[in-house]
């Protein structure tokens, strides 16, 4: 937690999420600037903070440093729970957002945990998702951050479909990186057999706003178009 608090703020990946996110948002009926949004897994809080353009904003996560570190950045309200159990009434929320969170290993159901997140929406809410693309992408990264299932976008389609959301948007991000990490994957068990932490923990040093603007470039794509491949997939749900 320590080192996602820190790289949230200046990291490209970390940055990369945040204007991806609010892209979407404004396609998907955000810009009103006074809607009621949750984060489903906040983390360290550097989403909750891109959020606020857009209303008032709520977060819990289950891990109670990250939390810590979500009240040093004055963020209020805050509550520790698990997207299996949502510990909110039912349509409380215009918004949902939840990054990387269906995916851990802890989340036994991850259609379970998008009812929750259904329940908690108000009809024509919106959920949106980010999550990591395909399962043969696994690697040392997935082992470290303790990450269960990678996804694709027609995936996401049909769970959403099982689970009360129409699909409003869906793609892939992180495209235009998608070669290098693919090569850092086929070659960890040579070059990278000794990586014990997460990618994240890797600095990406001059090359840190290159990244950025790669991501930067795709967003508008992501947001009219979509992408047919990627390192991520994003979904923008509205509860029917």
Not at 229 to 237: E, M
Request: charged residues 20%; positive net charge; contains cysteine.
């Amino acid at each position: 937690d320590v080192v996602m608090a820190q790289r949230e703020v200046r990291d490209w990946w970390c940055l990369g999420r945040g204007l991806l996110g609010c892209r979407l948002l404004d396609g998907g009926g955000g810009r009103r600037g006074d809607l009621g949004i949750l984060d489903a897994g906040c983390g360290t809080g550097a989403v909750m903070l891109y959020l606020a353009r857009y209303g008032q904003v709520t977060g819990f996560d289950f891990a109670v440093e990250a939390l810590q570190f979500c009240r040093k950045r004055g963020l209020q309200p805050l509550t520790q729970a698990s997207v299996a159990d949502v510990p909110y009434a039912d349509n409380a929320f215009d918004v949902v957002v939840s990054f990387d969170v269906i995916c851990e290993q802890s989340i036994a159901d991850d259609r379970a945990a998008l009812r929750e997140l259904a329940r908690v929406l108000k009809p024509g809410g919106h959920l949106l998702l980010r999550l990591p693309a395909y399962r043969w992408m696994r690697g040392k990264h997935d082992a470290a951050v303790h990450l269960k299932h990678r996804y694709t976008a027609g995936e996401i389609k049909q769970k959403f479909s099982q689970t009360g959301f129409a699909a409003e948007r869906l793609s892939y991000a992180n495209m235009f990186l998608f070669p290098l990490v693919a090569a850092k994957r086929f070659t960890e068990p040579i070059f990278s057999r000794h990586q014990t932490g997460s990618d994240l923990t890797i600095d990406p040093g001059p090359l840190n706003g290159v990244f950025r603007a790669l991501l930067n470039a795709e967003a508008p794509l992501i947001r009219s178009v979509g992408l047919p491949f990627g390192l991520t997939v994003v979904a923008l749900g509205r509860k029917v």
